[in-house]
């Protein structure tokens, strides 16, 4: 590890900090993913958050340490700008949120229904992240990337404190991987209280950045492709300072789905009661394709975001089948 870890002092601190604005989300058993998985799954609901997805925690954490600035930037595939946006007008912050056109329409329209502009540029979030540069560098916004920042980061590892406070004696907690902010801050947190617990990124088979950088070593770039999952597009950046090394110690494996797997995760969460996107159905979707199991003692599943855009899921799943 290296001294620029985030540790679980930081979360702690967040937990405080953002108690009085995140929910504490709900853990549900699963008794027919336990039945598949050979042990206890349990479904941690963080979709129910305010803004339908676990973003809240990190990016309510680094607006409340802005000092005074001319606004807040970042840039993102909808989950973490909806959250960005909603705790800047809490704290009566201007937002300007830039996006790829790969953005699904109605992630635009919560970002705007919250009062933030919502800035449309380029086709992948890393050409969208040079406009929030340029907003930093050139109009003095805060930038608060979506998941390279400590104190995202730490906001997102409150998530793994309250995994823990709800099911002490979770073996496995699976994890949907992207940027690997909310991966780094549970597995931060979780590791910090039980080493031995097991952590397990899940993503696509379709453009997963992390994977290609861990694969390689290094950050690098990758064509970002359509996926039924895709608040996990996107890169991780080439100066990727915090993430892709916490990720890579501290997670024990990763799956990647292909979409027919990730539409099964969705299609059964859906019986389940459970109206997620199809970032927030890969861990399903890992447990039904027997790739991911409970043999060894409880698995939690992140449910990580409710933000879907049905017509686009069908299309998608029209040009995969």
């Not at 949120?97 to 109605?106: G, K």
């Not at 608040?231 to 027919?260: A, Q």
């Amino acid at each position: 590890m290296t001294r620029d870890m985030v540790t679980l002092d930081d979360i702690m601190a967040a937990r405080d900090r953002i108690r009085d604005d995140v929910r504490v989300t709900p853990v549900q058993a699963s008794p027919s993913l336990s039945q598949i998985a050979g042990g206890p799954v349990w479904l941690k609901c963080e979709y129910r958050q305010a803004t339908g997805a676990f973003k809240l925690r990190g990016a309510t954490n680094a607006v409340a340490r802005v000092g005074k600035v001319a606004g807040v930037t970042t840039a993102s595939t909808g989950n973490h700008g909806r959250a960005l946006a909603h705790a800047a007008r809490a704290r009566g912050i201007p937002a300007v949120i830039c996006m790829s056109r790969l953005v699904p329409q109605n992630k635009l329209d919560a970002i705007t229904e919250l009062g933030a502009e919502a800035r449309i540029t380029g086709e992948s979030q890393d050409e969208a992240f040079l406009e929030a540069i340029r907003l930093q560098r050139d109009e003095g916004f805060a930038l608060i990337p979506p998941f390279d920042h400590p104190d995202v980061i730490a906001g997102q590892g409150t998530l793994g404190l309250e995994i823990l406070d709800q099911v002490p004696d979770a073996a496995t907690i699976a994890i949907p991987l992207s940027g690997g902010g909310l991966l780094a801050g549970v597995a931060a947190a979780a590791k910090a209280l039980r080493p031995d617990i097991r952590i397990i990124g899940i993503s696509m088979q379709r453009g997963a950045a992390m994977a290609a950088s861990l694969d390689a070593g290094h950050p690098v770039e990758i064509r970002e492709l359509a996926t039924l999952a895709d608040s996990l597009g996107g890169g991780i950046g080439l100066k990727n300072r915090l993430t892709f090394p916490m990720v890579r110690d501290l997670m024990d494996d990763l799956i990647l789905l292909s979409e027919d797997q990730i539409a099964d995760g969705l299609r059964h969460l859906a019986q389940d009661g459970h109206r997620v996107e199809g970032a927030a159905a890969v861990c399903a979707g890992a447990v039904l394709s027997g790739r991911l199991r409970a043999d060894d003692g409880p698995l939690v599943l992140i449910l990580s975001g409710e933000n879907i855009d049905p017509a686009r899921h069908a299309a998608i799943l029209q040009e995969v089948s």
